[in-house]
C-alpha cells in the first residue's frame, strides 16, 4: 500500500525509530545543513526540526538518506523489485491465440491503470495566499557560507510543453531572489528549458513548484524520463495507485493534491538574473550564470504543513539514494537497448556524472567500445565523462575490485579512447561551459583482434574441492 503523503511517510518513519524530532530553536543558514549533514555521512535518521526560526512550519530533512528509507518509500523491500516489473512490462508477447490474448489482461492493464486522478478539492489548497503571497512564509535553507542566498532544493518544477500540451516534472534548485522571485536554474539540457525556449520573448510562461507528497511523487522529478512520458503517471506505476492532481488557482498547471506547499507564477521569456554561486552535488559551488525568474502570484499549502529539503554537497548526500533509486530502476531499459550489459553502478564519489562503470557480457572485438558509445547517446548519460567497462564476473558495486581491474586490464594508450560532446552545466573541469571531453575505459579482457596477441592470463582462484573441505574443516582448526 502507497503512501498518501509525506506525513504519512513521516509518521511510519518514527515508528520505525528512522526519524527524530529536534524541539529546540534552529537557524535555517547555515546550521541545519551541519547538523544534517553530519547525520547524513554517518547513515542517520531522517530529522524533523519543529521550530526553524523565522518560519512557523516544520522542516523535514534527511528523508530518503538511506537505502531502506529509499526503498520504504517506494513501498518495496528492494529497488531491484521495481526493475523487475519494468523487465516483465517490456517483455509481453505478441498473443496468437485467445486464451494467450486472455493471459496477458492482468499485465496489460498495469500499462494503463495509472494516469492520474484530478479531483476537485486538495489538502495542498487548505489555505490559499493569493494577496501578497511572500516566501518569507517558508523556512528556505541557505546551505552553505558562500552560497548567493537561501534556495529551494526538493521542490518538483511543474511546466507544460505550449505546442504539445505535455507536463514535465523537474526537480531543480530555485533561488530565492526575494520574497517574491525565484530563480529557475533548469540547465539547457532539461525539460524545463526545452519548454521555455517554447515561448516568444515577453510571454508568460506557467510554472508551479510542489513541495512534498507521497514518497513516489517526489522522487519523479528526479527520474531521467523521456520527454513525452508523463511524470505523475510514472509514479502511479510506482505506486499503484493514481496520482491525484489538481488545478492550481492562478496558473493553468495540475500539481500533486497531497503535496504540503505549492508555490505559482510565471516565468517572463527573456528576462534572466545571475543565479548562484550554489554549493552543488560535486562538492564544489557552482559558479553563477543568468537563468530565468519566476515571479510568484500565489501559496497554497496544507493547514500543518511540513516543508521538505535536502542539502547537497561533498558525497556522500541524500541525494545519493535517489539517484541509486534511479539507477536500479532505469537498467532494465538500458539493458533492452544493450543487452550485454550485466550490471552498472553510478559511483557516489563521481557524483552521477562523472563516472559509470559498467560490466558486459563480451563476445565479440570492439564491443566494449561500441558500449560506451551507446550510453553516451542516452539521454542524460551523455553527460558521464568517465565510463569504464569490465567483464561479466565482476561485481560493479565493489568499487576496490574494479579499481584493481582497472588498474591491471587496461593498456593506457590502447584502452583510453575520447570523445567530445555534451557535459552536465556543473561540469567547472571543462574550459567551456556545457561542452568538453569524456573517456571510455575497456578494463575488459583484450582478445587478439583487439591489439593483444601475447594471450591473456587466468585470475587466481582457488579450487571448489579445497574451499569446501576447508569450510567443513573451519572450526577444528580453532580460527
Avoid at 510514472?234 to 492550481?248: D, I, T, Y
Avoid at 543565479?275 to 560535486?282: A, C, I, L, V
Avoid at 539521454?379 to 574494479?402: C, E, R, Y
Wanted: net charge negative; hydrophobic share 40%.
Amino acid at each position: 500500500m502507497a503512501y498518501r503523503n509525506l506525513s504519512e511517510f513521516i509518521a511510519d518513519l518514527e515508528r520505525r525509530g528512522e526519524l527524530k524530532r529536534v524541539s529546540v530553536p534552529v537557524d535555517p543558514t547555515l546550521e541545519i545543513t551541519e547538523i544534517a549533514d553530519r547525520l547524513i555521512k554517518s547513515n542517520g535518521p531522517a530529522l524533523l526540526f519543529e521550530k526553524v526560526n523565522g518560519s512557523s512550519i516544520p522542516l523535514a530533512i534527511n528523508l530518503f538518506g538511506t537505502k531502506s528509507r529509499m526503498e520504504l518509500g517506494l513501498g518495496v523491500k528492494d529497488l531491484n523489485e521495481i526493475a523487475k516489473r519494468i523487465e516483465q512490462l517490456m517483455e509481453i508477447p505478441n498473443p496468437t491465440g485467445l486464451m494467450e490474448k486472455l493471459s496477458l489482461l492482468p499485465k496489460l492493464a498495469e500499462l494503463g491503470n495509472f494516469p492520474p486522478k484530478i479531483v476537485s478539492k486538495a489538502p495542498c489548497q487548505e489555505v490559499v495566499i493569493k494577496d501578497n503571497p511572500s516566501l518569507n512564509l517558508l523556512p528556505i535553507l541557505q546551505c552553505w557560507p558562500d552560497d548567493a542566498g537561501k534556495y529551494i532544493t526538493l521542490g518538483s518544477t511543474i511546466t507544460r510543453n505550449k505546442q504539445s500540451g505535455r507536463r514535465n516534472v523537474g526537480l531543480y534548485r530555485l533561488q530565492v531572489f526575494d520574497d517574491k522571485t525565484l530563480g529557475m536554474h533548469w540547465q539547457p539540457h532539461k525539460d524545463g528549458a526545452s519548454h521555455w525556449r517554447g515561448y516568444a520573448p515577453g510571454e508568460k510562461m506557467p510554472v508551479a513548484i510542489a513541495l512534498g507528497g507521497d514518497p513516489a511523487t517526489v522522487y519523479v522529478g528526479s527520474a531521467p524520463l523521456p520527454e513525452g512520458i508523463d511524470e505523475y503517471f510514472f509514479a502511479g506505476f510506482l505506486r499503484n495507485e493514481p496520482v491525484e492532481l489538481v488545478k492550481c488557482v492562478t496558473v493553468d498547471l495540475e500539481v500533486p493534491a497531497q503535496a504540503e506547499i505549492i508555490i505559482e507564477g510565471f516565468v517572463t521569456v527573456g528576462e534572466r538574473r545571475e543565479e548562484g554561486p550554489f554549493g552543488d552535488h560535486t562538492g564544489y559551488y557552482s559558479l553563477p550564470e543568468p537563468y530565468p525568474v519566476m515571479k510568484i502570484t500565489a501559496i497554497t499549502h496544507r493547514k500543518n504543513a511540513v516543508y521538505p529539503t535536502t542539502i547537497v554537497g561533498i558525497p556522500p548526500m541524500e541525494d545519493v539514494w535517489l539517484g541509486k533509486a534511479t539507477e536500479r530502476i532505469f537498467l532494465p531499459l538500458i539493458q533492452k537497448i544493450l543487452p550485454e550489459i550485466v550490471d552498472m553502478n553510478f559511483p557516489p564519489e563521481g557524483t552521477f556524472n562523472n563516472a559509470v562503470i559498467v560490466s558486459i557480457k563480451k563476445s565479440y572485438p570492439g564491443q566494449a567500445r561500441k558500449v560506451v558509445h551507446a550510453l553516451w547517446g542516452l539521454g542524460q548519460v551523455m553527460f558521464t565523462k568517465v565510463i569504464i567497462v569490465v567483464d561479466d564476473w565482476v561485481d560493479v558495486q565493489n568499487v576496490a575490485q574494479v579499481a584493481w581491474l582497472g588498474f591491471m586490464n587496461i593498456d593506457p594508450q590502447r584502452d583510453c579512447f575520447f570523445v567530445e560532446g555534451p557535459v552536465d552545466t556543473l561540469n567547472h573541469a571543462s574550459p567551456q561551459w556545457n561542452f568538453g571531453s569524456k573517456m571510455g575505459v575497456d578494463a575488459t579482457e583484450k582478445l587478439p583482434e583487439e591489439g593483444h596477441p601475447r594471450g591473456w592470463p587466468d585470475v587466481i582462484t582457488m579450487s571448489a574441492e579445497i574451499k569446501e573441505k576447508v569450510t567443513r574443516r573451519w572450526a577444528e582448526y580453532g580460527l
